[in-house]
């Protein structure tokens, strides 16, 4: 038999099993298009995490900054196939079912930890950036807004969270196929090119006095490359979403999900190159955690962005909460036929805690900090190849294993350093001199 005919008949049988786990595991049997499904997988890339890369290149130095985007990037397709390919080595639908199977109960426990505190910590940081863009545009468009009846809301930080969180996002939350989110996926990644646009615009035009030192513009190395990797792995780290966006496909096999995956990392390689490098060149050591609090607040085109990046974020929630609800619906009910009622109280907790913590704060740095090195560079680095090295057959010291301990050496490496630093950061209270530290506006 040729191998394409194999790979053929190959994928017949995958389709086949698809559907079984679908039924399975209650995922919706309609499903996307391969342009839906990755639509949706750039969207769970391209979120908030692309503001902070402009710093994370001033914290690895340019030239490190380039190499580390393209080998994340590489390394992170890699590992979502590879983790698709896990779970049809164990016939397996979700991630924590994949770690339960590979590694029983301490496995479904650590992932359902990992994946959780993920996702969770994301959906307080979109809620927490929806407060800190969109009343501080409103309120540059209309000085006096706090003036106007009932309109006053939306210039209000803690109102304009709860209504857009509670009238927009919320409902969002609630569909039970996130395939359903395709339309607004592709309405969140046009926001994003508005932001990449206005930075790449109006960057070169800013006054010398808020622009960096040209001498660093093209400088090598700097010396915090450990902090920048958890930057940018917080920036790209999908695997959480990527079991449900391949359930989501009509036909799902792993060509088509390979297909999605590489159109998306490329999308999304290309997108935080152009943020990054076009945010860095001008602010250089001067560049913040969101590169646009760099510009003036009177910027109109900038003030766009942020409006832009504010309406990214009530679908990029959705997206998080999806995960949140399937790793406690696995966790706590698996095999249950879907239930209506436990379906909608645990999406209206998981929203109005987040939406309770959001106003608590108005800045989630270093927890995002602590997620993007802790949870992003475990669910990225560590699991997917310890899982193929548990599940695959042969010895796990042969020679084609080898990429397999080098990426997970790798994710514990800088999982312990990152988080190491992060929490000297909390410890030594600096992030009062911390140039990445958000205020409240």
């Known amino acids: 038999m040729s191998s394409s005919a194999h790979d053929s008949d190959q994928d017949s049988l995958l389709d086949e099993t698809d559907l079984e786990l679908k039924q399975q595991y209650k995922l919706p049997s309609e499903g996307g298009t391969i342009f839906s499904s990755f639509l949706n997988m750039a969207n769970s890339i391209i979120g908030a995490g692309i503001i902070g890369l402009p710093f994370a290149f001033k914290e690895a130095g340019f030239w490190t900054g380039i190499a580390l985007l393209i080998a994340l990037t590489v390394v992170v397709d890699w590992t979502v196939r590879l983790l698709m390919h896990n779970g049809k080595l164990a016939g397996r639908s979700t991630y924590q079912d994949l770690m339960e199977f590979a590694f029983g109960r301490p496995g479904l426990v650590a992932i359902s930890i990992f994946q959780f505190a993920f996702a969770f910590g994301g959906m307080c940081a979109y809620c927490v950036i929806i407060g800190d863009t969109i009343p501080h545009v ?188 399937e790793v406690i619906e696995t966790f706590y009910w698996p095999g249950a036929k879907f239930d209506k009622m436990r379906h909608f109280s645990i999406t209206t907790i998981l929203v109005l805690i987040t939406l309770t913590i959001s106003l608590l704060t108005c800045n989630l740095g270093i927890v995002l900090e602590l997620t993007g090195g802790f949870s992003a560079t475990v669910l990225a680095f560590v699991l997917p190849p310890m899982c193929f090295l548990k599940l695959a057959t042969g010895s796990i010291w042969e020679r084609g294993k080898i990429p397999h301990w080098l990426c997970m050496i790798f994710g514990i490496i800088i999982m312990v350093l990152s988080t190491f630093y992060s929490l000297q950061k909390v410890f030594l209270s600096s992030s009062d001199t911390d140039p990445s530290t958000e205020t409240c506006n």
């Not at 958890?230 to 060509?255: D, E, R, T």
């Not at 050591?285 to 760099?294: E, H, M, Q, S």
Request: positive net charge.
């Open 138 to 325: 409103i309120r540059s468009l209309f000085p006096k807004i706090s003036q106007v009846p009932v309109i006053w809301i939306f210039g209000d930080r803690r109102m304009c969270i709860s209504f857009f969180t509670l009238f927009v996002s919320y409902p969002l939350s609630l569909y039970r196929d996130i395939s359903k989110l395709a339309k607004t996926s592709a309405l969140a990644l046009v926001a994003i090119i508005v932001i990449i646009v206005s930075v790449v615009i109006e960057g070169p035009q800013q006054s010398r006095e808020i622009r960096g030192s040209d001498d660093l513009m093209f400088n090598v190395i700097n010396d915090e490359v450990f902090q920048a990797i958890a930057v940018i792995s917080f920036a790209f780290v999908c695997h959480h979403n990527s079991f449900l966006i391949f359930g989501s496909l009509k036909q799902p096999s792993l060509n088509r999900f390979a297909t999605v995956t590489h159109w998306s990392m490329g999308i999304a390689f290309f997108t935080c190159f152009a943020l990054a490098v076009s945010g860095y060149l001008v602010f250089t050591d001067k560049t913040v955690g969101n590169i646009l609090n760099n510009f003036p607040s009177d910027n109109i085109l900038i003030n766009v962005a942020r409006l832009a990046f504010g309406l990214n974020m009530f679908t990029t929630i959705p997206l998080e909460a999806f995960v949140c609800r």
